[in-house]
């Protein structure tokens, strides 16, 4: 069976829209993360998939100031993807905002492509603000990105990263949300994918990480817990963060993004074995016909 695989050269804008519009923009996202790891033959479908709808608010609802024609401007927001093995899902909306062209997503993982399987900033790719990978260290990063903007050049912008339920498993998340705690980081919007998947099964019964909300609080964030799949709610969310960030409350923010694993494809959906599969050809027609 053969799958000709094209990637159309729209983009999208960053302004406030209506659910149905997210709701486009991210099954174009999906159908991105399909068509590019089928290509790559190995990668991660589950957690991208997952993490489409919230992904689509984030950069193309007005949330963040960017602009994708002058990457470096000096008073950019900052997204840190921590959970860099979701990768697809930040090379479809890089992509898709127009920092590079679409064509390229075809070269996902190829051996000299800038879009490698984790994030790394020595391939150059326009919109990546960090290298992230290693569990925990996204985010880590993230924090200080928050620190030096808030502590030392006192400005007005803004860090979103974004972490993995099961990346909460490793030490570094827990002293990153201390220090971000501590410091009274209102710049700074931690969200975690609560998909409760991960490489090897539930998050909880591998180890669990529950409490959240409360573990969240308990470092003086104040937490939001919403479902991920719901484009009101989403918004709701970033306008709170926004008006957290505005009024200085002195207090990070998170935010639950309660997701399910491989959402938009039904039988991807919730089943942690496509934590870090690629469909192949046959699997790819079937998602790519329900993501019509
Ligand atoms: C420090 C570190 N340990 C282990 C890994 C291997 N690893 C990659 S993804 C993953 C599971 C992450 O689960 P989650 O964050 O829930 O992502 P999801 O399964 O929802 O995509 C693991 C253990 C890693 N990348 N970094």
Redesign the pocket.
């Known amino acids: 069976m053969n799958l000709n695989v094209e990637f159309s050269d729209l983009t999208f804008d960053n302004k406030k829209r209506t659910p149905q519009e997210f709701l486009e923009i991210a099954n174009q996202l999906r159908k991105d993360i399909i068509n590019s790891l089928l290509l790559a033959k190995s990668g991660?479908s589950?957690?991208p998939l997952?993490a489409s709808d919230f992904m689509s608010v984030l950069f193309f609802g007005g949330y963040m100031y960017y602009d994708s024609k002058n990457p470096n401007l000096p008073d950019r927001d900052r997204f840190v993807l921590s959970?860099g093995?979701?990768a697809p899902v930040l090379y479809s909306v890089l992509a898709r905002a127009g920092y590079f062209s679409t064509q390229e997503l075809s070269t996902l993982r190829k051996y000299g492509s800038r879009l490698q399987g984790h994030p790394g900033l020595d391939v150059g790719l326009p919109g990546i603000e960090t290298a992230s990978?290693?569990?925990?260290q996204g985010v880590s990063i993230a924090v200080g990105m928050a620190m030096s903007d808030k502590l030392i050049d006192k400005n007005n912008r803004k860090v979103f990263s974004l972490?993995?339920?099961?990346?909460l498993q490793?030490g570094t998340c827990w002293e990153a949300a201390m220090a971000a705690g501590s410091h009274k980081l209102d710049n700074l919007c931690w969200i975690v994918?609560n998909?409760d998947?991960?490489?090897d099964g539930r998050?909880k019964n591998v180890m669990s990480i529950y409490p959240l909300k409360e573990k969240f609080e308990s470092f003086n964030f104040d937490v939001i817990e919403i479902d991920g799949h719901n484009f009101l709610e989403i918004i709701n969310a970033l306008d709170k963060f926004n008006s957290n960030h505005t009024n200085n409350i002195q207090k990070p923010t998170c935010i639950i993004s309660k997701s399910y694993?491989g959402k938009g494809v039904s039988f991807m959906l919730d089943d942690?074995k496509w934590?870090g599969m690629p469909p192949n050809v046959e699997q790819a027609i079937k998602a790519l016909e329900e993501l019509k």
């Not at 990978?133 to 925990?136: D, N």
């Not at 972490?163 to 990346?167: R, W």
């Open positions: 991660h589950g957690g997952g959970a093995h979701m990978g290693s569990l925990g972490t993995g339920d099961g990346e490793e994918d998909n998947c991960q490489i998050v694993m942690y934590h």
